[in-house]
């Protein structure tokens, strides 16, 4: 069954660095998602990516967030100067058709120190 | 803004008995999407089960059913002959159907099986 895969599946990164978290959607999706989960509380949409740009984005995505998919298989999301709350688990999810439901990467846990 | 509510912290129950988690959420939309998720300590997000808000009929995977009551909005997950495997976190999500805009998710049940 097709994949959505992320990397790395753990990053430990110091407070105000900058850190790029990978995402292969699967390949015949179109739409591109990244989630992230603060520990022990519930998933929050960050933001999604249809036709090679941002079609929404909530709050949390502010002017340190941006996502690009440079090559046409990779999806990335990159935090520019990271901040200790920045710590949670990113997932990747992707869709091909809203009823089908999103199809989500195993996550990356960043760790920020 | 749309919400989704799941006011059980935690259940229990034991190994082959069935259990109901509960899920109500707040919309003004007609037309949209309910899912339940499945969160395992390994935290990889797995799809339970999935309505369609236009559908009467309640969706069904094999032990996995719902019931969802629009008028009342509610959508509750019921779990028949619970296996140890169905030990997770299980989250409630909604979305309007159409639009780019992502999931919302509830708080999270987490699911203890008792042997």
């Known amino acids: 069954e097709p994949e959505v895969t992320q990397t790395p599946s753990h990053q430990v990164t110091q407070m105000g660095q900058e850190v790029i978290l990978r995402c292969v959607p699967i390949?015949?999706?179109?739409?591109f998602y990244w989630y992230r989960q603060i520990l022990g509380q519930k998933v929050e949409f960050l933001v999604s990516?249809?036709?090679?740009?941002?079609?929404?984005k909530s709050e949390i995505f502010d002017d340190q967030f941006s996502v690009e998919r440079p090559d046409g298989s990779n999806f990335t999301l990159k935090i520019r100067s990271t901040k200790l709350e920045d710590s949670a688990m990113y997932f990747c999810?992707?869709?091909?058709?809203?009823?089908?439901?999103?199809?989500f990467g195993s996550g990356t846990r960043l760790t920020v120190v | 803004a749309q919400t989704v509510t799941q006011s059980q912290p935690e259940m229990s129950v034991q190994e082959a008995e069935t259990v109901t988690l509960s899920c109500t959420y707040d919309t003004s939309e007609s037309d949209y999407y309910l899912f339940w998720y499945k969160q395992p300590p390994s935290r990889q997000m797995i799809l339970v089960i999935r309505?369609?808000?236009?559908?009467?009929q309640n969706a069904t995977e094999n032990r996995f059913s719902v019931n969802f009551q629009k008028a009342a909005k509610s959508f509750s997950l019921k779990i028949s002959d619970s296996q140890l495997g169905d030990a997770a976190m299980y989250f409630c999500?909604?979305?309007?159907?159409?639009?780019?805009?992502?999931?919302?998710f509830g708080k999270g049940t987490h699911l203890i099986i008792q042997p």
């Open positions: 999500a909604y979305k309007i159907r159409g639009g780019a805009d992502g999931l919302t």
């Open positions: 999810a992707s869709l091909s058709e809203e009823l089908y439901g999103y199809t």
């Open positions: 390949s015949n999706h179109l739409y």
């Open positions: 990516f249809y036709n090679n740009e941002i079609s929404e």
């Open positions: 309505q369609e808000a236009y559908k009467q």
